[in-house]
């Protein structure tokens, strides 16, 4: 009898899981679906959760500064909001700052080669009609092939106008894409303060259902495993910030003695896109060849390779140096997991896959030691 009821156990699990397989292949269409609508309706609460992990880093440094020794009872309790904002405005103001460091250099860039460009074209119009006389052969060629100069430069000015309507089309669709986004972001950063806020609440809670479910040696490896990840992101985006500030500096420093313009803004945008691996190298770089291109195109030459090499000395020197102490991950690993990241995750990968290999170089060198001292008392 106990036989028969584990064999009609098993077969009811199995017809659930094969009832349960058959719908999901069915309704799979119809269940991505809604898989996406939720993944976008959640989507400025997971953001949410990541403004809120970047700012408590920050929120907890502001937190031991602010009043430490006071036993007031309104600062105390204004402590943690006072310092949630205190992190919104600085990371606001060194936005802003960057902004206004780069945006107008770059407007005044763009602006200089937009009022080049009629001149440009009238010398080269004057340079060909000029030589064309003075040429024979010019001219010959010219009229056999009925090249007319003043059809290809309406051609141009034509092309021209047709690329700026489609920039201008472009740019009104990314304004709606960025009120879509901004609104959400505002969504994110709401859910952000108020998880702040009740932080110590939200964990407390979260202890109590594991402790509900779960056994004591379950939630302290849960916690353990929580304490190494958290603590190695949060040093992973430390470092990361001190290696984009320690490039940024190289890069104007660097421009400064070499007589490349414009070394300061191209120095702060440099900085900020060291903070993405790889891409954001080469958008530092094309931003400031462009501007500097404009006084000289020999320079910007010599800017690319200044950059070329900067970047080399940065990948393999500063960045495994810095992030991996941040981490407590070996240099050599940093390098090899950059470029086992990359390639199995493109950017993301390149990421991330610094920070978990540094959780996981964790996670070993703590089961080695309890191992050889578990060895070591054993033999005595």
Known sequence: MKYDKKVISIAKYLLIIVAFLVLLIK?????????????NAALPLVSGLIIAYVL???????????????????????????????????????????????????VNTVSGITDEIPIILKN????????????????????????????ILQSIMSTASDI?????????????????????????????????????????????????FLRSKSIE??????????????????GQCVQAVIKGCLCTVGMLIFGFPYAIAVGAFIGVTGLIPVLGTYLGAALGAFMVVTVSPMSALL??????????????????????????????????????????????GMLLSVPIVASIYKFFVDKVNNRLSDNQIKSE
């Not at 309704?27 to 939720?38: P, T």
């Open 221 to 238: 490896k849960i916690e353990y495993i929580f304490h190494v990840i958290n603590n190695t992101f949060s040093n992973f985006i430390l």
């Open 124 to 151: 080269v119009k004057n340079f060909i009609t000029v030589n064309s006389d003075k040429y024979e052969v010019i001219k010959k060629g010219l009229v056999a092939l009925h090249i007319n100069i003043d059809g």
């Open 303 to 348: 800017f690319l390779i200044f950059i070329f090499i900067l970047d080399q000395l940065e990948s393999n020197l500063i960045y495994p140096r810095v992030v991996g102490l941040s981490i407590g991950l070996p240099g050599i690993w940093v390098f090899g997991a950059i470029i086992v990241g990359g390639e199995l995750g493109g950017i993301v």
């Open 164 to 212: 700026l309507n489609d920039i201008l089309n472009s740019i009104f669709s990314l304004m709606g894409s960025l009120t879509n986004g901004l609104m959400n972001f505002i969504i994110g950063v709401t859910f952000a303060i108020y998880a702040l806020v009740n932080k110590e609440k939200l964990l407390m809670q979260i202890r109590k259902v594991m402790s509900a």
């Open 56 to 106: 408590n880093i920050l929120m907890k440094k502001l937190e031991k500064i602010y009043f430490p020794k006071v036993s007031n009872k309104f600062i105390k309790k204004s402590k943690r909001i006072v310092c949630i904002f205190l992190s919104i405005l600085l990371i606001i103001g060194m936005i802003v700052i960057i902004a206004l460091i780069v945006i107008p250099q770059f």
């Open 27 to 39: 309704y799979s269409e119809k269940i991505i679906s809604q898989l996406r609508n939720i993944g």
